[in-house]
Nanobody, 118 residues
C-alpha cells in the first residue's frame, strides 16, 4: 500500500523558516514526479512546487525564490525548504505523487499544518 507521510510543519513567525519532509513507501519512487500542494481555509488547493525524476523543478510565482524543493531518491523522500515565510503561506501542506506520463496526482499524504504569525 502506498503511503506518504509528511512532517515538519509548525508555528513560525513571519520571516522565519521551516523544512517539510515527505517519506514515500509502497511505490517505485523514481517513477513518480513529487509535489507539494497547500490549501488554506476558504481557498482552493494550490500547487506549490514540483520536482521530477529528471528535469527542472517548478515553483509557483508566490513562493519562487523563497522555497526550494528537493528529493533524495535513495531515501524515498521529498523536502520543501521554506524561507522568508509570510502569513499568507499559512496552510495545510500536502505531499503528492504523479506517475510518469499521468495527468493527475494519484497519491496524497495526510497533510501537515504550517502557520505563520506576524
Amino acid at each position: 500500500q502506498v503511503q506518504l507521510v509528511e512532517s515538519g510543519g509548525g508555528l513560525v513567525q513571519a520571516g522565519g523558516s521551516l523544512r517539510l519532509s515527505c517519506v514515500a513507501s509502497g511505490l517505485t519512487f523514481k517513477m513518480y514526479t513529487m509535489a507539494w500542494f497547500r490549501q488554506a481555509p476558504g481557498k482552493e488547493r494550490e500547487l506549490v512546487a514540483r520536482i521530477p525524476w529528471r528535469g527542472d523543478s517548478y515553483y509557483s510565482d508566490s513562493v519562487k525564490g523563497r522555497f526550494t524543493i528537493s528529493r533524495d531518491n535513495a531515501k524515498n523522500t521529498v523536502d520543501l525548504q521554506m524561507n522568508s515565510l509570510k502569513p499568507e503561506d499559512t496552510a495545510i501542506y500536502y505531499c503528492a505523487t504523479r506517475f510518469a506520463g499521468a495527468s493527475e496526482y494519484g497519491h496524497w499524504g495526510q497533510g501537515t499544518q504550517v502557520t505563520v504569525s506576524l
